[in-house]
């Protein structure tokens, strides 16, 4: 893993912040105070690419809807591909809990 590299009590401090967070609302706070609008725009944008990789949207589909370039594209694309399963991890989970939340309204 990349992310190994930069493996230390620092990134663990993060991790374990952004674990403690208890609801959405509390993520807005956080990443409001963490990060520039841009990053945590970018951070939105890939995890919306992923997940439109995932659904086999094209990538002139993507660039259009998302806005991300060719380049991040590839990237994320690259990762699904290659990567250690992270976007495959988060998007299963959210497609479970939204199946979860639409079975549970029925």
Excluded: H, P, W
Aim: glycine share 6%; aromatic share 8%; charged share 30%.
């Amino acid at each position: 893993m990349q992310i190994d590299k930069l493996r230390g009590q620092q990134l663990d401090e993060l991790f374990d912040a952004i674990l403690s967070l208890k609801d959405r609302e509390e993520c807005y706070r956080f990443f409001d105070d963490i990060a520039t609008m841009s990053e945590v725009q970018s951070l939105a944008q890939r995890l919306q690419v992923a997940k439109m990789l995932q659904d086999g949207y094209t990538y002139g589909v993507i660039v259009k809807e998302s806005g991300a370039s060719t380049t991040t594209i590839s990237r994320v694309k690259r990762c699904l591909t290659y990567g250690n399963d992270g976007y495959k991890m988060v998007l299963d989970r959210i497609s479970q809990t939204e199946q979860d939340e639409t079975e549970n309204v029925d």
